[in-house]
């Protein structure tokens, strides 16, 4: 459960990560880009805040699919 923990802990990390980065980037991008982040933003922060709550490999898979979501539109900017 610790190994698990402590993925967890470092996949939210990222996470986080790259919703500030995504932050900055949107910041400086056109109105589309923006458009799309403020859509996806209040989703992205309340499922951060659930994923904290609940340690499972459940869990795990969902922080690397928001990751993943995260990288792929910061790569868009």
């Known amino acids: 459960m610790s190994d698990l923990k402590t993925?967890?802990?470092k996949g939210i990390s990222?996470?986080?990560?790259?919703v500030d980065d995504v932050?900055?980037?949107?910041h400086l991008a056109g109105m589309d880009?923006?458009?799309?982040?403020?859509k996806l933003e209040p989703k992205v922060t309340a499922q951060l805040t659930s994923l904290?709550?609940?340690l499972s490999?459940?869990?795990?898979?969902?922080?690397?699919?928001?990751?993943?979501?995260l990288e792929?539109?910061?790569a868009k900017l």
């Open 7 to 9: 993925e967890l802990e």
């Open 14 to 18: 990222e996470a986080q990560a790259l």
């Open 23 to 26: 932050k900055v980037r949107v």
């Open 33 to 38: 880009a923006k458009d799309e982040w403020n």
């Open 52 to 54: 904290k709550r609940d």
């Open 57 to 69: 490999s459940a869990t795990k898979d969902a922080v690397d699919d928001l990751v993943g979501a």
């Open 72 to 74: 792929k539109l910061r």
